[in-house]
């Protein structure tokens, strides 16, 4: 690899100031910095460590890992924590595998997790179980850097055995443990944490927030597609920048290619808080955290850092990992590969007679899921259900609607309940994204419609799909029924597309309509949700009879 030199104004985060200075990289490293105060030039760029995500599915952005990191170079991404759990909710170790490979195959700083709870709960069906021998094998791997999200906090709390030897193994091989515990508060929080858990990235409210920081744990900031919660915490970086970093979480194609790590630098720089302060969350905490072997801009250093035009808009110029020229001026230099695929798909095409729902005497009032528009969590409602012919069906008009989960493993029978503020007038859309079994889950206005949906989905072995009653969409998704090996541009404009038609045609008032669906069979997340098992009271943690 040849040697070569980067000026501009270095923003060094270690020792709070920027200068002019002249970096000289060669065989991928650093070999010196030199500060150079007679550069008096112009609009010198400003050279910054990378931009790390520090918690994200890649599956969420409907891409592989290689096509993630072809889109996420563009916005001075250079590394991500990713957890792979979603692929192996459905494909297991060899899902895990395949993400790790996939990752290799382009220059970009995958670290993955190893996932702590597939299945996320047993009152679901998922494609895969990782034990807790299973988990320790992956450990022992240098790939995996850490235990990804310990979602059972209930399992944390009451110490369960298969739970409790996940976490010690962590702790044993010196890898550090991700938390996922929403609304924990004061002692119980406390209990979480003391078990060994260091982060959290499913805090709502600001109180939330600082009761974990209060008690030593590292909060990350997530605005994703669904779960949007910046606003909320983005002014904890006052106080507490040594312990804050941020996130994406579940990220859609589209999201992508409009921004990533870099638009939560530009915002956080509106709101007033100093660049340093936002620079070390988006850059230097991830790295030192998890033990990442990615570049922070000193001499020896892997080179991985990027030019930016100036420190408000953050807009790249050029991204640089291990010394390589990965985009310049919007346009990645990675190249779309076509990946093989993965999968684990087994179901019937539907008719409509199963997603009927009979009246009986005890459903004269229905628990209904409230969605929330930008949240993971939802609210129980409870309203009087709309009968035709002696069965309990959607009510366009106010807006209560049928949603249904389907075992894509087997032939079962259909969930279904109902939910609220989706909003469609008509049709109906499905997907085989839904966390964390990636079961198909569907919401539509008539049976019709949804059984429709649903044998899209089927039919594909994967993907997500609108119907309305002139028009039926469908954007395939046959890696693991999760991800698309095709240009990752091709799939966020196909993904547009769709999204467009869920508001346009079908009418849905909601910001990510596929992304928010896909949350709605995630029993982990409070507070009413639905599993292919059934109604799901996730305060009890059990189903509703």
Known sequence: MKSFTITGNLVDIHQEKIYPAEIMISEGKIVSIVEDPENTEPFLPYILPGFIDSHVHIESSMLVPSEFARLAVVHGTVATVSDPHEIANVCGMKGVEFMIENGKTVPFKFNFGAPSCVPATSFETAGAVLSADDVEKLLLRDEIKYLSEMMNFPGVLFKDEEVMKKIDTAHRLNKPVDGHAPGLRREKAKQYIDAGIYTDHECFTKEEALDKLNYGMKIIIREGSAAKNFDELIDLLHDHADQ????????????????????????????????????????????????????????????????????????????????????????????????????????????????????????????????????????????EPKISNGNIISDAERDILKIVVVNRYSDAPIAKAFIKNFGLKQGALASSVAHDSHNIVAVGVDDESICKAVNLVIESKGGVSAVSSNKEMILELPVAGLMSNDDGYKIAADYTAIDIMTKEDLGSTLGSPFMTLSFMALLVIPHLKLSDKGLFDGDKFEFIS
Do not use: W
């Open 244 to 383: 804050i970093m941020f996130c994406s979480d579940d990220k859609h194609p589209d999201s992508l290619v409009l921004g990533h790590i870099n638009q939560l630098c530009e915002r956080a720089v509106a709101k007033g808080i100093d660049i340093l302060k936002i620079l070390k969350v988006a850059c230097l905490n991830p790295v030192l955290h998890y033990k990442l072997d990615v570049g922070l801009l000193r001499k020896d250093d892997p080179a991985d850092f990027i030019l930016v035009k100036d420190l408000e808009k953050f807009e790249v110029v050029k991204t640089f990992i291990n010394g390589e020229l990965v985009a310049e001026n919007g346009k990645s230099n990675i190249v779309t590969k076509r990946s093989k695929l993965i999968n684990n798909f087994s179901c019937s095409k539907k008719e409509t007679s199963d997603l009927i729902v009979p009246y009986t005497t005890e459903s004269s009032s229905i628990a209904v899921i409230e969605a929330l528009d930008g949240q993971l969590i939802t609210n129980r409602l409870s309203f």
